[in-house]
Nanobody, 128 residues
Framework: QVRLVESGGGSVQAGGSLRLSCAGSGDTNNMANMGWVRQAPGKEREGVAVIDSDGRTSYADSVQGRFTISKDNDTNTLSLEMNSLKPEDTAMYYC??????????????????????RGQGTQVIVSS
């Protein structure tokens, strides 16, 4: 079993920055792919950023160049540095993880529901 707990959300003005963290516990060593998924009210779930066990990353076009995903294997912590935030970044952000299934990073971005594990989420609000 894997448990993921997010932190770091909050309210910020447009142009500001936030750093989200995700603490993993349980069988996290077998998680091949991890990522951040967001969902705004009335909108579909969206893959934001993903990282594999080799540190390769992929981002949604909407956040490319503004967000950075990273992983610390020693502390089982996943992070998302968010800069130049926009009001359209407002959403609940979830940490997600999955075992090795041979799926590409782009697959997880396009189909974030394929992640087997997800945290409870942390709210990000960006005001204009």
């Amino acid at each position: 079993q894997v448990r993921l707990v997010e932190s770091g959300g909050g309210s910020v003005q447009a142009g500001g920055s936030l750093r989200l963290s995700c603490a993993g516990s349980g069988d996290t060593n077998n998680m091949a792919n991890m990522g951040w998924v967001r969902q705004a009210p009335g909108k579909e779930r969206e893959g934001v950023a993903v990282i594999d066990s080799d540190g390769r990353t992929s981002y949604a076009d909407s956040v490319q160049g503004r967000f950075t995903i990273s992983k610390d294997n020693d502390t089982n912590t996943l992070s998302l540095e968010m800069n130049s935030l926009k009001p359209e970044d407002t959403a609940m952000y979830y940490c997600a993880a999955d075992r090795p299934r041979g799926l590409s990073l782009l697959h997880y971005l396009a189909r974030p529901g394929r992640f087997a594990y997800r945290g409870q989420g942390t709210q990000v609000i960006v005001s204009s």
